[in-house]
């Protein structure tokens, strides 16, 4: 009874701690300086529509591509660690035939919608991360509807590694041809037409190589978390 | 004003799920409840104009998260008895 009461208080007093942000708040009409520069930088500098993309991928290109490399970590751990007990593999439960029928339907979809996230990421909402989840995602349907489907971790890995390594290229080519401080500067490639596909110069590309890299990696993780140590 | 609204709705409901999920007594409850709270923020964040976000915790918080965390379980259960159901 002592712990409810305890949820309680400790609710209400979040409550009271946030409430004068929720109320002040309100949204600018006029951006400040460097909020400015991102988003005409954005249209005018890297042609991109995407102004949320232009910040991540080429302003703040630095922190994604450590971001990228702590979640490789990550992954990495949990395979590390879940790949020592392999003598544990247990029997897995088919999945039932409304799951099975569906995933046939949806899984090629769901993956179809991820690339479509990630290739499309300077032009509409999403980028590499939501798409390569999205893409793993469909690899979780598939697996928990079919007992027998397993990934090749081969490929998995190659995908990973070509991924990686083209993405480190990509912002060394930058450094290459337009000069020392334009690390990850994706404007060696022409900038293109307003609003096409093949525009905003490497940005498509850098937003594939992490698409490809977060749903290989997501995708083992959950193929490591399946096939270790389920012994019902 | 109906935004707003809906917000105070998809809150309340996030709120109760929250507070399930700590004073319930089965852990996949606990579980289900939270992918529920990440469902929740996921549409709030589609209401304020994030999409990206949104999509990003729709897709990880109530998805991939609430299965590693049901994988977990499993592991957990395989090595105790199952005592907590």
């Known amino acids: ?232 | 004003m109906a935004e707003n609204i809906l917000i105070i709705v998809l809150s309340t409901i996030s709120l109760i799920a929250a507070v399930f999920a700590v004073v319930t007594k089965k852990t996949i409850n606990a579980i289900i409840s939270s992918g529920v709270v990440s469902l929740m923020a996921s549409i709030t964040f589609l209401l304020v104009a994030a999409p990206d976000v949104a999509m990003t915790e729709a897709a990880i918080g109530s998805g991939l998260t609430t299965v590693v965390f049901l994988y977990a379980l499993k592991h957990v259960r395989g090595q105790r008895s199952s005592r907590d159901d």
């Open chain 1, 1 to 232: 009874m002592i712990k409810y009461i305890l949820i309680f208080l400790v609710l209400i007093g979040m409550a009271w701690l946030f409430f004068p942000l929720v109320v002040e708040f309100f949204t600018p009409d006029i951006t400040n300086n460097l909020a400015a520069n991102y988003v005409f930088g954005s249209a005018a500098d890297l042609n991109m529509p995407n102004a949320v993309t232009a910040v991540v991928v080429t302003y703040r290109g630095l922190d994604t591509l450590g971001e990228v490399t702590v979640l490789f970590l990550a992954t990495a751990g949990v395979g590390f660690f879940l790949k020592r007990k392999k003598h544990m593999e247990g029997i897995r439960r088919p999945g039932s035939e409304i799951l099975k029928t569906g995933s046939e339907i949806l899984a090629p979809l769901i993956i179809i919608f991820g690339i479509y996230i990630f290739t499309h990421g300077h032009l509409t909402p999403g980028g590499g991360f939501p798409g390569g989840v999205v893409m793993a995602s469909a690899f979780l349907l598939l697996l928990m509807a079919n007992e027998n489907f397993g990934f090749s971790h081969g490929i998995i890995n190659l995908t990973e590694t070509i991924s990686g390594i083209g993405y480190v290229l990509i912002g060394i080519t930058g450094l290459v041809l337009l000069g020392l401080n334009h690390f990850l500067d994706p404007r060696w490639l022409g900038l293109g037409q307003w609003g096409r596909l093949f525009s905003a110069g490497a940005v498509p590309l850098i937003y594939s190589f992490i698409g490809l890299k977060v749903g290989a990696e997501m995708s083992g993780l959950l193929d490591s978390l399946q096939s270790d140590g389920g012994e019902q």
